[in-house]
């Protein structure tokens, strides 16, 4: 059985239709790129190294996976800077958040292990077990756990979409992009950024609640609590 041709895609003729044709893909351009240009302009001066951020009272980390139960070498990073901004001072306690969506897999509690192996003390250390992404954290620092100002750990390639999010959700947040090889896993969270830009925005715009709410929890206040005996 012969299969049917399949036909190009005719070019307009006229040079109306070419014009035409020409803004809609400078258009399309234009709607593709303007999530990402949301994120510079809300971001880009509120990133600083790691030397240089200035002193909140809450580190954020943001989860990035587990390898046979501990943290994946970009979720360690992210996790080895938190604890160096507890030693030097610059926060007093860190709230790790991550999936939890299932008994086997534990992000935060994984990351809090992590943490207490470097130093960080247990009860500096606040657990949020519902972070399925980053919309959901950021919302869930701010109406669960009460985080107004907030030092926000991730890789470089997704910490402006963390300070965009969470200053939508009311955080007045700077952060710091941990530094990696240009390899491949590198590589594919640059493109999956270019992706999750238009759900960013589309997070901010529509402000949807995230999976779990739930009541308030006293753990951040606990832990400044703790820092300030």
Known sequence: MKLPRLRRPRMPRTRRGQRRLVWAAMLGCVLALSP??????VADSRVRPLAEVPAQEVAVVFGAGLWQGRPTPYLAHRLDAAAELYSTGKVKAVLVTGDNSREEYDEPDAMRTYLTER???DERIVSDYAGFDTWDSCVRAKKIFGVDRAVLVTQGFH???AVALCDSAGIDSYGVGVD???????IHGSVREMFAAGKAA???VFQPDPKFLG???KGVAEALAAAGK
């Open 159 to 161: 910490i402006r979409r």
């Open 180 to 186: 990696e090889p240009l390899d491949s896993h590198w």
């Open 36 to 41: 990402a240009t949301w994120m510079h302009a």
């Open 202 to 204: 589309l997070d901010v």
């Open 215 to 217: 009541d308030r929890e």
């Open 119 to 121: 130093g960080v003390p």
